[in-house]
């Protein structure tokens, strides 16, 4: 018993002590002022019980406690009694107590507690004198640090001095710039007659860790060598105490700029050349840790190859730190990889995962979240064997409910799409947090969908989720992960596809409509099996079949629209190899670009192309020219009628052409300078079933040209 009940003493005394100092010195030494003033101290000693030397708790009078601690009374600690000089001080109100930084010495004439060194190690003071016989003088101040007080005020004398009617009260220590010390000294014991006074309390230390900024990561993660980027960096306690923050990234400086929220701020990279460079985020005297590193490394030159991959592909994700393609084949249950050493690709073992049905890449890219039908998943990258781990379950698994799709949002969330294979109906969709394994139901019924689908943007600032198999179409959500909250946009789909630029500029759903951030329409695409946006948003790589043909169609999303509100044409790529066996019947074609769009992945159930979209060989040049002129398909030649130049267009086919009266213009067909030779020539491949002849100025306005087939 006596073991129980020194343990919950202890317990007690340690849990309180800050906060038993602050009392203790603020009450004591408004008391004994009183009690000086009012020549009360006869009355005032006679009126405590004894404590200190004594620990038994037979008697209500001797109670336990240590001197300068707490008193106990019926077995709990007393804030309102305090022991000194074996007396249980029962304190009254509060004085006026200092509440700023290093107190001097208490108890007679002893010297100015030192408010020790300052910065992050703050050493304790020096203890004063004791005091003389006779009354005590009043300590002087210890003065804190010019940057951060000292940990400890300077400790008062240990006796009073024999005879004193009245200890010395410690005085208050001027407070350091910008924050004081921890607290202040503890004040001297009065002798025979006198009782000793009290130290005062000091001021909040400096840069406590706990409340500086910390950094958890940082979207998009993986930036091009001098190119200036947009950076969101995702973390906590980003506004406490500072209304604006500077990001550091290696040593460069950015800002100050304002916080978009406690837990984001959006900032502009400059120009940095390839390396590693550390993310964190420095508030009013305060640098915070961080977990995020910037990763600053040049995309890959890619020539065009056809990689033998004869089954059906979900997901492509290129992770670009380790320049691997990762694809989801569900049919085989494997997570499919293909390597890029510099010169050539290599078809990596996959990583075999049972019932998988999605991935998605952390927002530091070093671990690859997996969704199997029953649990998620964690997969560390880079380091050696593959091992996923489990951390949580299918929370419901009625009619066959499963986790169906992973979409990544910036703040380490990731927004999970709940399917059912043996029912119809809506589900919720959850939120999975990697920082605690925890899975959330997203609230009813705005986080609920039927048959539902998601994407979003690589930089993890928006999420858009739909339904399908509804009359009528439902709208189309928007998930922010700055706030968790779920909207309702105003267009309605019965969603089939969704693509995303890299902040979400650009958004095309049914691989048709191009949409604004905020989901207002801005243009169409010609229909095609496949539409990518862009990551720079600017333009959308589109692949479409006709026949035993396929193609690359890149199209430019800030272009003026044409006829149907289509966004133009920049380029037609003949691909060489159709990525799906003939056949086949319907087959979903996958899309993935590389970091700086140079080259986009097309995936079918035979090959997953790699095409390089900025090579002359594969249809580069500018493409389509802007405001053409539509000639009639049956007509074989033209007349310009000026010495500007012109742009013109027919659906008619040819292999040669001829030119008259040229004067020195240039020529080029479908974005490919061409000759007029009139004998037989191999041009760019038309756009959208149009040839395109851009011609340059020239001397003669009665210049003309003609095409044929020979």
Wanted: glycine fraction near 14%; aromatic fraction near 6%.
């Amino acid at each position: 018993m006596l073991g129980v009940s020194h343990a919950r003493e202890s317990a007690c005394t340690n849990r309180h002590s800050v906060n038993a100092r602050v009392r203790r010195s603020a009450h004591t030494k408004g008391a004994l002022g009183t009690l000086r003033r009012a020549g009360l101290l006869a009355l005032w000693l006679a009126s405590v019980s004894s404590c200190g030397a004594r620990v038994s708790t037979d008697s209500e009078n001797s109670p336990p406690g240590t001197e300068g601690g707490q008193c106990r009374l019926d077995g709990a600690c007393d804030a309102e009694l305090v022991c000194l000089s074996r007396r249980c001080v029962k304190l009254p109100a509060p004085g006026d107590a200092s509440s700023h930084a290093g107190a001097g010495p208490t108890a007679g004439a002893g010297d100015a507690g030192d408010a020790g060194k300052g910065g992050q190690e703050r050493g304790p003071g020096s203890a004063g004198d004791a005091g003389a016989s006779g009354s005590a003088e009043e300590g002087e101040a210890g003065a804190g640090d010019a940057s951060f007080g000292g940990t400890n005020a300077g400790t008062g004398g240990t006796n009073a001095g024999t005879g004193g009617t009245n200890a010395g009260t410690s005085g208050a220590g001027a407070s350091g710039s910008p924050t004081g010390g921890t607290h202040g000294g503890v004040g001297g014991v009065g002798g025979v007659g006198g009782v000793g006074g009290v130290g005062g309390v000091g001021g909040i230390g400096g840069c406590v860790a706990a409340l500086a900024p910390q950094v958890q990561f940082i979207a998009p993660y993986v930036a091009l060598p001098n190119r200036a980027s947009s950076l969101i960096v995702r973390g906590a306690a980003f506004k406490t105490g500072a209304s604006l923050v500077t990001v550091n990234i290696g040593g460069t400086r950015v800002g100050p700029v304002a916080a978009d929220s406690d837990t984001q701020v959006t900032v502009l990279v400059p120009p940095m050349p390839a390396g590693r460079y550390p993310v964190s985020v420095e508030g009013e005297g305060c640098s915070g840790g961080t977990d995020a590193e910037l990763l600053v490394q040049p995309a890959p030159v890619l020539q065009y190859r056809a990689i033998s991959a004869p089954s059906v592909r979900g997901r492509l994700i290129w992770d670009a730190e380790r320049q691997i393609l990762y694809a989801v084949n569900r049919t085989d249950q494997e997570i499919e990889r293909y390597q890029y050493d510099g010169s050539s690709w290599a078809t990596l073992a996959p990583y075999v995962v049972p019932d998988l049905t999605d991935i998605a890449l952390a927002p530091s890219g070093r671990s690859l979240i997996i969704s199997t039908r029953g649990a998620i998943l964690e997969a560390q990258l880079g380091k050696g064997t593959f091992v996923p781990v489990q951390r949580t379950v299918n929370p419901d698994s009625f009619c066959g409910g499963y986790f169906d799709q992973l979409t990544m949002a910036n703040d380490g969330t990731v927004f999970v799409i709940f399917d059912l294979a043996q029912c119809s109906g809506f589900t919720p969709s959850y939120l999975y947090d990697m920082r605690d394994h925890s899975l959330t139901k997203n609230p009813y019924f705005a986080g609920y969908l039927y048959n539902g689908l998601a994407g979003g943007s690589l930089d993890g600032s928006r999420i858009y989720a739909g339904s399908n198999g509804l009359s009528p179409a439902q709208q189309v959500k928007i998930f922010n992960p700055l706030t968790h909250e779920i909207v309702d946009a105003s267009p309605s789909y019965n969603l089939g596809a969704v693509s995303v630029s890299s902040n979400a500029s650009r958004v095309i759903l049914q691989n048709v409509d191009v949409y604004s951030r905020t989901l207002s329409l801005t243009g169409h695409l010609l229909p095609n099996a496949s539409a990518l946006a862009s990551l720079d948003s600017s333009r959308a790589f589109v692949f479409g079949e006709t026949g035993a043909e396929s193609q690359l169609i890149v199209r430019d999303l800030n272009g003026a629209l044409g006829a149907g509100a289509v966004y133009p044409a920049l380029k037609a790529i003949d691909l060489p190899d159709p990525p799906s066996s003939s056949g086949s019947g319907p087959v979903s074609v996958g899309l993935a670009s590389i970091q700086d769009d140079s080259a986009v992945f097309v995936s079918g159930n035979r090959y997953i192309l790699v095409v390089p979209v900025t090579d002359p060989a594969y249809g580069g040049g500018s493409g389509a020219c802007a405001n053409p002129v539509d000639i009639p398909s049956n007509a074989t030649d033209y007349s310009l009628g000026t010495t500007d130049g012109a742009c013109v267009r027919t659906k008619a086919t040819f292999n040669s052409l001829v030119c008259t009266n040229w004067g020195g213009r240039t020529l080029k067909v479908n974005g490919v300078t061409a000759q007029c030779t009139a004998s037989k020539s191999t041009f760019a491949p038309a756009i959208d079933g149009y040839n395109y002849f851009e011609i340059g100025a020239g001397l003669y306005s009665y210049a003309a040209f003609a095409w044929f087939t020979s």
